[in-house]
């Protein structure tokens, strides 16, 4: 069976290069597309992220402000920065890294991005749009998941996908999108009974658990394609990628799979909301 192995990279460098002339067109009009992100605490991984996501802003010309805030901080402080960042007309995007210290209220804090400039889709009125078939900015990771499938031509339509993990910015969102696109969608989750057999029936999976090499190819039906969405300690998804690689007709590896695309929908994200100013 031929293989596809599906290149996040090759995805997320054509979504930059197609986002490179918008933004001269934005400068040229005297707007500079803006990300503000914002860390709280000191958690390594997270540094990395925002760093990350930073870097990829000023390679492709989008301003990128970082805001790093002690992990001490309280909720209202967290959402007094969110509130004025909602104010400040130069900022077209505002990304809360997740997850904020324990203390924090991250859901009321991910609530006080006004919807506008949720550009990485945590609100729960992005998510409704997201269910709804609207949304302006679907959480960045399952656009990314659809970005992928489209660009790789996979048909979605008609086709059994079988999501595995329901969170509130990956697994319920990538599962609302894939219905929105005609499939047959399983969302399934910790207290699920059984997944070997439901994953048996997938044409897609997606792997979004948080638990490395957690999905072994046995439980899966030949021929299917598989988007590990999935990132842990020591580039690891959350399939078992050689006997997965072994079933599937087209699979993402990890790292170079979903990843990168993930931190390309964000861009896009931001340099859409910029050109809103225009309008
Ligand atoms: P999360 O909030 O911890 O959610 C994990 C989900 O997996 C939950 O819905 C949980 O079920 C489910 N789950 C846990 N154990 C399970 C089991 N034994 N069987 C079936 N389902 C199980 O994690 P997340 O934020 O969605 O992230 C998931 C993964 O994606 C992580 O590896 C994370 O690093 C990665 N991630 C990657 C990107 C990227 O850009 N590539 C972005 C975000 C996250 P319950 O709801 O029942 O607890």
């Not at 197609?18 to 990300?35: D, F, Q, S, T």
């Not at 209202?76 to 990304?95: A, F, R, S, W």
């Amino acid at each position: 069976m031929k293989k596809v192995i599906l290149d996040g990279k090759i995805v997320a460098q054509e979504v930059k290069n197609n986002l490179m002339e918008r933004i001269e067109l934005l400068k040229e009009k005297g707007i500079v597309p803006c990300l503000a992100t914002i860390l709280v605490g000191d958690n390594p991984s997270s540094e990395t992220y925002v760093k990350m996501k930073g870097t990829a802003c000023e390679k492709i010309g989008i301003k990128s402000i970082r805001i790093q805030l002690p992990k001490e901080i309280e909720t209202e402080e967290l959402i007094k920065t969110i509130k004025e960042l909602n104010m400040d007309e130069d900022v077209h995007g505002i990304l809360l890294q997740h997850p904020v210290p324990s203390h924090i209220d991250e859901r009321l804090a991910f609530e006080a991005i006004d919807i506008k400039k949720d550009v990485d889709g945590v609100t729960s009125a992005g998510y409704g749009q997201t269910a709804l078939g609207f949304s302006t900015y679907p959480s960045c990771t399952p656009a990314a998941i659809l970005e992928i499938l489209k660009y790789y031509q996979i048909p979605i339509e008609g086709k059994h996908a079988v999501v595995v993990g329901r969170s509130p910015i990956l697994g319920k969102p990538v599962s609302a999108l894939l219905l929105n696109e005609n499939a047959t969608v399983t969302t399934c989750h910790s207290k699920t009974i059984n997944l070997p057999d439901i994953l048996k029936l997938a044409d897609i999976v997606v792997a979004a658990i948080g638990k490395p090499e957690f999905i072994k190819g046995e439980w899966l039906k030949g021929g299917s394609v598989i988007l590990d969405a999935g990132y842990n300690k020591g580039n690891i998804g959350d399939i078992e990628y050689d006997s997965c690689y072994t079933v599937a007709s087209a699979i993402t590896p990890v790292p170079g799979g979903v990843g990168p695309v993930t931190i390309a929908m964000l861009l896009k994200h931001t340099v859409e909301s910029a050109e809103k100013h225009l309008l």
